[in-house]
Structure formats: C-alpha cells, structure tokens
C-alpha cells in the first residue's frame, strides 16, 4: 500500500516541502516538487544517529532537541544544522495563527493513544512547546501548545485513548513576552 506525506521542513531558515511516498520497504523522497528520489535510512551509533541515503548520496545525521517548541539540533557529516519538521497541516495552522493567540484547549484532532504528556498543572508553557504526544497509527504525534500560558488541566493520562474533539489539556492564556 502507498502512503504519502508532505511535511515542511526548514533546515538553517530554508523552508522547503517535502513529500514522502512509502510503499513497503521503499521510500522515495520529492522536495520542492522536484524529480522524485529514492531515500532509505538505517540506524548507526548505537541507536544515536542514522545514515541517510537519498539519491544515492549517505549522510550520518543525528539528531537532539534543540528548543520547547519542537526545534532539532542536527549535525548531518559533522556540520550543525538547524531543523525543524512539521506536517503540512501543522505548518499551515501556525501559519494561519500568526502571532496572535490560538486556543487555550488541545484537543485530539484524530483517535489515538496518549503515550506521553510533558507538562503538569500549572506549568508556565510557551506557544508552539511541545505537550503531549498521541500515537495514531502506528505514527507518533506531538501536540504542542497553541498560546502562551499555564497548564490548568490535563483531562488524560498516559495510556487511555483518545478521540478526535477529546479535551486533552487546557492551557490559560498568558502574557507571550514575559514570565507566565
């Protein structure tokens, strides 16, 4: 079965589109809309990097949290890069949100299991900074916060399921430039 992916991605302030297609074992990568490229990647160091290849040229990538708010630091053959990597959907929604405020309550958008929640109540939280993760189809999702605020109330726990428009946490709203 084919399934395809477009995700955003920006690498040391570059946006670029990417768009993944997985049939089995075989990926093929598509960025910018240029000529679709076969990609595969296989983990090196232990578990701590992986080597990348794509158009048959190998990188060694690894990858560490670089920010709160869903930013990597990556080194691809020893070079610090920047990146960050969003669905499309996603980039969309924060594009669209600017910089005013979005809704103080995360919902789950699809059902799913929450395998993850990276806040507790009353926890000052920083628009865009990760919260909780649900995994959905075999995929891990993370969901960050959609103001600047404190964490009020998780409605979950690890482990329960979700459906889509569940209350999962409700963030009130703060001040974005300043201590919450």
Do not use: F, W
């Amino acid at each position: 079965m084919l399934t395809r992916r477009t995700y955003v991605v920006d690498v040391d302030g570059q946006r670029h589109a990417v768009e993944v297609a997985r049939s089995g074992d075989h990926t093929e990568l598509r960025i910018d809309g240029g000529e679709t490229t076969p990609a595969s990647s296989l983990p090196v160091l232990g578990g701590r990097a992986a080597c990348v290849t794509v158009g048959g040229r190998r990188r060694v990538v690894h990858l560490s949290r670089a920010d709160a708010k869903g930013g990597l630091r990556a080194t691809i053959d020893g070079r610090p890069v920047t990146l960050s990597v969003m669905d499309e959907l996603r980039a969309q929604a924060l594009q669209a949100q600017g910089t005013g405020a979005g809704s103080g309550t995360l919902v789950a958008d699809i059902p799913g299991l929450v395998i993850d929640i990276r806040v507790t109540a009353g926890q000052a939280v920083q628009q865009g900074e990760p919260v909780i993760v649900v995994e959905a189809m075999k995929m891990q999702n993370e969901l960050a916060a959609g103001v600047t605020g404190t964490v009020q109330r998780i409605a979950v726990a690890v482990g329960q399921s979700v459906n889509p428009g569940d209350v999962l946490v409700i963030i009130e709203p703060g001040p974005s430039d300043g201590p919450v």
